[in-house]
């Protein structure tokens, strides 16, 4: 256990709406990454924030966007879906700034129909 | 950008036999990392390196990095089904210390 949590574990829906997943990252850790992982693939940089702001951006769809709150908990919002989205959606935290070393969750598994 | 390239994308062993797979970066790294993926489960951290030339172990698993510091690779000594999983490696560059993983390489263990 990474000490990072993710909810919901798993997720069906339709094309065209609007989903959110929630990710608490570990107790003291300010710094919360997204990812995402399709089928056979590797981890696609989403976005970055630290300590309530965004820190960085990767390929991150102009559909999909994110906050961290005052508690540090981030929410990642996926609108207009698209069957291509179904993936696997990772949220890591890291420790400070001293190491660039991430915890993952145990990942939400979104699924498009 | 940075890119991190990983090769094999899939290796198939008999248990007993050894693994490797390699890195290479576009950019020199900071530091990299080494991280596994069991069937349905989440990346987890294992070993990071800084150093230029360095060499750490971990019980079977040996890591590099190289002079350059812009490739690494992870060598698995007599590999056992507990190997089973997914090896990524993750790079660091620049101010912004993002990880830029590489495509990861799949592992299977026949018995």
């Known amino acids: 256990d990474s000490g990072v949590t993710q909810t919901p574990k798993h997720l069906i829906t339709a094309t065209g709406q609007r989903v959110t997943l929630r990710c608490s990252p570990r107790s003291g850790d300010l710094s919360v990454y997204w990812y995402q992982q399709s089928l056979d693939q590797g981890l696609q940089f989403l976005i970055q924030?630290?300590?309530?702001?965004?820190?960085a951006k990767g390929n991150i769809l102009e559909r999909f966007s994110a906050q961290q709150f005052p508690d540090l908990h981030s929410e990642l919002n996926l609108s207009s879906l698209e069957l291509g989205d179904s993936a696997l959606y990772f949220c890591a935290s890291r420790p400070g700034t001293s190491t660039d070393t991430q915890y993952f969750g145990p990942g939400t598994r979104l699924t498009v129909l | 950008g940075q890119q991190v390239m990983q090769i094999p994308q899939y290796q198939h062993v008999q248990e007993g036999e050894d693994f490797t797979t390699y890195c290479n970066s576009s950019?020199?790294?900071?530091?990299i990392q080494w991280y596994k993926q069991r069937p349905g489960g989440h990346p987890v951290f294992l070993i990071q390196l800084v150093k230029s030339g360095e060499v750490k172990k971990q019980k079977r698993l040996t890591f590099q990095f190289g002079e350059a510091k812009k490739n690494s690779s992870l060598h698995i000594t007599a590999t056992q089904t507990t190997d089973v999983g997914t090896y990524f490696c993750?790079?660091?560059?620049?101010?912004?210390?993002?990880?830029?993983f590489g495509s990861g390489t799949q592992l299977t263990v026949l018995p």
């Open positions: 924030y630290y300590n309530g702001e965004e820190r």
């Open positions: 950019t020199t790294l900071s530091n």
């Open positions: 993750a790079g660091v560059s620049g101010s912004a210390r993002q990880l830029t």
